[in-house]
């Protein structure tokens, strides 16, 4: 059976690996939210051969995450596991890194809140975060192409859309992150890196 490609990945795949490099060193756990076909998985861990990155999504996708790892049988590669964003906590374990690409428009806003939250409460202090996708700036599209992809995504579902890049950055500042760089990619896509910041210390009821 021939594997479900995504030629938006093929284009993608490199710019990102570039950029993912300046950041992850060493060893340590990566959890990708949202794997899709498992393409961004096969492509990218096999750079980082001291990383395990383990894959998940929604169990409909989990057979087409199975056959691309099938057939490139990486080491350091694994899932997927079941994650349903609202529904499911995150696989157990420490994370190191987290990888997201073009989920947020996808899931409701209410959905971005929650998965946001969940980043602050399950990563340590120095974790780090990559999304990836199109990004509204000053509730503005970047481009034609993001305006007539937003209709179309509203269209399937009116929950969906892009997202604003202000939005993002508050509700992940709110979740104990920091805006570490908002890297431009091709196609009007960004990928924006966020640290996990220390832990407040909460005060004592009186």
Known sequence: MKKQATPAIE???GPILEVLKAYIKGDGRLLEIGSGTGEHAVYIAKYFKEVEWLTSDVKAKHKAIKEWLKDYKLKNVFGPE??????????KGIFKYVFTANTLHIMSWKENKTLFKLLGKRLREGSLVFIYGPFNYEGKFTSPSN???DKELKERDEKSGIRSFEDVKSQMEKAGFKLIKDHEMPANNRLLSFKRLAFKATSPEP
């Open 11 to 13: 284009r993608n795949k």
């Open 82 to 91: 079941a994650l349903m964003v609202g529904r499911d906590d995150f696989p």
């Open 147 to 149: 305006e007539a992809f």
